[in-house]
């Protein structure tokens, strides 16, 4: 299958600070990214839709000032949290879909955010 | 009612067993429909993919699919305890997952 890469893999930040988060497919152009948050235990939640040069579309409940997505190009996309807080710690995913293979989607190894 | 929902959990099967993930939907008009297992700890892996009505077999795992009764199966046969994970279904459109069904393969 095609590859999707995350950097950072872990972080850990000080609580107000901004974390970004990058999304790479790496063998394929994505024309949608998805970003998921997952709790421990818990499902995976996804927070908004990019389409590369357009902007995102939110969820319900996600905040998108907090939460900022920019997907500049067919291969990158990246997820700002601003003023993180404690209660953002989880387990941040991205997923990739397009190329050959358009209808299936592929996730990243996802990075795991700390806020002390 | 969800868009997604998954049989409730845990399931647990003995080694060499045939363990059944069930799957409904509610999008009449879904055509497309995918299985993920996702490791603890881990991001979710693509390991079934299903377009039309029937099975659709690969190794160990067979795919079912049925848009008159909108559900969707996965099958695993011989199953191994690498197998324990919690599978995830899918379906093209909307990419929000259902809780998912955690699978324990007893040695």
């Known amino acids: 299958g095609a590859v999707v890469s995350q950097h950072p893999s872990w972080v850990i930040c000080k609580s107000g600070t901004s974390v970004k988060i990058e999304c790479r497919s790496l063998d394929f152009q994505a024309t949608t990214m998805f970003w998921y948050r997952q709790f421990p235990k818990q499902s995976l939640m996804l927070m908004a839709t990019?389409?590369?040069?357009?902007?995102?579309?939110?969820e319900q409940g996600v905040e998108k000032d907090k939460f900022l997505i920019n997907h500049a190009s067919l291969t990158l996309s990246t997820l700002t949290v601003t003023s993180a807080h404690p209660e953002d710690s989880s387990f941040y995913i991205c997923?990739?879909?397009?190329?050959?293979?358009?209808?299936?989607?592929?996730f990243g190894p996802g990075t795991r955010l700390t806020v002390l | 009612q969800k868009e997604v929902e998954q049989n409730s959990g845990p399931l647990s099967v003995p080694e060499g067993a045939i363990a059944s993930l069930n799957c409904t939907y509610s999008d009449r008009g879904s055509q497309s429909f995918f299985w993920y297992r996702q490791y603890s700890g881990k991001s979710p892996e693509l390991i079934m993919s299903i377009y039309s009505n029937g099975d659709k077999e690969d190794g160990r795992f067979t795919a079912q699919l049925n848009k008159a009764s909108q559900y969707v199966s996965l099958l695993i046969r011989d199953s191994q305890p690498s197998d324990s994970a919690t599978y995830l279904c899918?379906?093209?459109?909307?990419?929000?997952f259902g809780a998912g069904t955690r699978l324990t393969v007893k040695p």
């Open positions: 899918a379906v093209k459109g909307d990419m929000r």
């Open positions: 990019s389409n590369e040069g357009s902007k995102a579309t939110y």
């Open positions: 997923s990739a879909r397009g190329g050959p293979a358009y209808n299936e989607q592929f």
